[in-house]
């Protein structure tokens, strides 16, 4: 299987001033511009916000349907209610969301006409909620969405918890199964969200973590949380690596890992410890490295501090490995797409 590689991506944004007449007014003017854009970096992410709050794109407005249902409530000024005898029977589409249940309520803010507030109007969807997206289903109990933010969360209920799908891009690939509290949907993007307690299961590879960013697309996942995450792979065996990290990130497509942040491997005898963790689980081999890296078989009296060490999964071993050979892995194939550089 390739290695996935992500083009960079850029955000231009032009700046302009405008003339004044008398040349008083116009050094003023020049005073206030150089003061404004000294502060502008300060201030860009809430004036960004107030800017989707006013004018949201148009990809961010819901639409609910619940044909062979009712609606009921105030049709001018909401809340709406769409309610259907189906589980699945209300339908509502935003951006490249579907989502269904069996209940919506859609409401603006006071005061304000629902059909004239398109930007600024929530959802609320419960009594069993589902949402599609491309190759990944997410069930849960209810789901709230805003326009303003175009941000859905997916929630459980009296402990119940969500549970998310995701169908390989290719025959023969694992199904990725994400468990979690909840669930955050961007429709902005094809990235979600989970928290609270997290589970992640691929194939052999089974993660923990308190929260963890995921790129559909990309099949890309990034584990996080002040509780370090960890993730065990099984083998045929019955023996468990585990990896533990202050952030793991997965390649779940191709299971590999990348991890970093005082690592450590742990593998029956042998333990690694370093600043960072290449894994491969095709050739089950992981690198680890370190200012210095340190590995430890117990069994056959061996340690090890160098730059970078070789710890062998399959055949239970491990080496030093010459710093200066090329890795099949980049820090850069394990990056979202927000943290590129423009």
């Keep these: 299987m390739s290695r996935r590689q992500h083009r960079p991506t850029t955000d231009p944004v032009r700046l302009a001033g405008r003339r004044d007449t008398g040349r008083r007014a116009a050094a003023l003017w ?17 004036l960004a916000v107030a800017q989707d709050d006013a004018e949201p794109p148009a990809r961010r407005l819901i639409t609910i349907d619940s044909s062979g249902g009712t609606q009921s409530g105030n049709l001018r000024f909401g809340p709406i209610v769409y309610q259907h005898p189906e589980p699945d029977g209300v339908v509502a589409t935003v951006s490249n969301l579907t989502i269904r249940g069996p209940r919506a309520e859609l409401t603006a803010p006071e005061g304000e006409l629902i059909a004239q507030a398109q930007g600024r109007r929530d959802a609320v969807f419960d ?46 690939e694992p199904e990725v199964v994400i468990d979690a509290e909840r669930v955050t949907f961007d429709v902005d993007t094809d ?4 928290e609270g307690d997290v589970r992640l299961l691929n194939g052999d590879q089974a993660a923990r973590s308190e929260r963890l960013e995921y790129e559909e697309d990309a099949n890309l996942g990034v584990l996080s949380g002040s509780d370090r995450p960890e993730v065990v792979r099984t083998a045929d065996d019955g ?30 005898d042998i333990t690694s410890e370093g600043d960072e963790v290449f894994y491969d689980d095709e050739e089950e081999v992981a690198e680890v490295l370190g200012d210095p890296a340190i590995a430890v078989d117990e069994s056959a009296g061996v340690r090890l501090e160098t730059a970078r060490v070789r710890q062998d999964v399959r055949f239970r071993f491990v080496e030093a490995m010459d710093a200066s050979l090329p890795t099949p892995y980049t820090v850069e194939q394990f990056l979202l797409v927000r943290e590129k550089a423009p």
């Design 191 to 194: 990235t979600s969200v989970s």
């Design 239 to 268: 023996g468990e690596l585990r990896i533990v990290a202050d952030e793991i990130r997965v390649l779940t497509d191709i299971s590999a890992l990348y991890a970093v942040g005082d690592v450590r491997v742990e593998d029956g």
């Design 127 to 172: 009594g069993g909620v589902v949402v599609t997206r491309g190759r990944l289903t997410a069930v849960g109990a209810t789901l709230r969405y805003a326009e303003a933010t175009g941000l859905g969360v997916l929630a459980g209920a009296q402990g119940a918890r969500v549970e998310v799908r995701i169908a390989p891009a290719q025959e023969g």
């Design 30 to 46: 020049a005073g206030a511009l150089a003061l404004a854009l000294a502060w502008a970096p300060l201030v860009a992410g809430p």
